[in-house]
């Protein structure tokens, strides 16, 4: 006797509704449902799915999706850290400036006061009721809580006011 083939004959392959049954199991669609929409027996389904790797299909484009995400936001995380660093060093690079012996201590005061609490600093200095709390670190305490008047002006700094406002009295001794 021949060869014989125990089943039904290989039809031809229906590339297009497999394609579209897959569409419809990636979508979340029962298998049931999706034989009822194309026209095929569950087992068709189910075979489909086995022979095509639905759920190792299904798993890789899950995977590539989340790696995109992940990509994504890591590259916009990261671009809005270097944002950010560039940002911070610019303030930085301003407070410096305003702590400058040059300025004032009013300025140079605020200016500390600034660096604080962009750090998130709301208690740096020791209790100023301590005794062994210098006076400077007792300004500073006042200062961030707002307790500090105008400081008496340095040499220099009143000698810049009184030129503005044509009071300097200028010692020319003549030698």
Same mark, same amino acid.
Request: hydrophobic share 35%; aromatic share 4%; net charge neutral.
């Given at each position: 006797? %021949?060869?014989?083939?125990?089943?039904?004959?290989?039809?031809?392959?229906?590339?297009?509704?497999? &394609?579209?049954?897959?569409? @419809?199991?990636?979508? %979340?669609?029962?298998?049931?449902?999706?034989?009822?929409?194309?026209?095929?027996?569950?087992?068709?389904?189910?075979?489909?799915?086995?022979?095509?790797?639905?759920?190792?299909?299904?798993?890789?484009?899950? /995977?590539?999706?989340?790696?995109?995400?992940?990509?994504?936001?890591? /590259?916009?995380?990261?671009?809005? &850290?270097?944002?950010?660093?560039?940002?911070?060093?610019?303030?930085?690079?301003?407070?410096?400036?305003?702590? !400058?012996?040059?300025?004032?201590?009013?300025?140079? &005061?605020?200016?500390?006061?600034?660096?604080?609490?962009?750090?998130?600093?709301?208690?740096?200095?020791?209790? =100023?009721?301590? =005794?062994?709390?210098?006076?400077?670190?007792?300004?500073?305490?006042? @200062?961030?809580?707002?307790?500090?008047?105008? &400081? =008496?002006?340095?040499? /220099?700094?009143?000698?810049? !006011? !009184?030129?503005? /406002? %044509?009071?300097?009295?200028?010692?020319?001794?003549?030698?």
């Amino acid at each position: 006797m %021949g060869d014989r083939v125990i089943g039904r004959p290989a039809g031809k392959t229906d590339y297009n509704r497999r &394609l579209r049954a897959f569409e @419809l199991y990636a979508a %979340g669609i029962k298998k049931s449902d999706i034989a009822l929409e194309l026209g095929v027996t569950r087992p068709s389904i189910g075979n489909w799915a086995k022979k095509d790797n639905w759920d190792d299909r299904l798993a890789g484009i899950v /995977n590539r999706a989340e790696e995109a995400i992940n990509s994504a936001v890591g /590259n916009e995380i990261a671009d809005t &850290l270097l944002r950010l660093r560039s940002q911070m060093s610019q303030r930085i690079k301003e407070l410096e400036q305003l702590c !400058q012996p040059s300025n004032s201590p009013n300025v140079r &005061l605020a200016a500390i006061k600034h660096w604080l609490t962009l750090a998130g600093i709301t208690r740096a200095i020791p209790n =100023p009721a301590d =005794p062994t709390t210098p006076k400077s670190l007792e300004l500073i305490e006042d @200062l961030l809580h707002g307790k500090v008047e105008d &400081l =008496p002006l340095t040499k /220099n700094e009143e000698a810049a !006011q !009184q030129r503005e /406002n %044509g009071t300097l009295v200028e010692d020319r001794r003549l030698d």
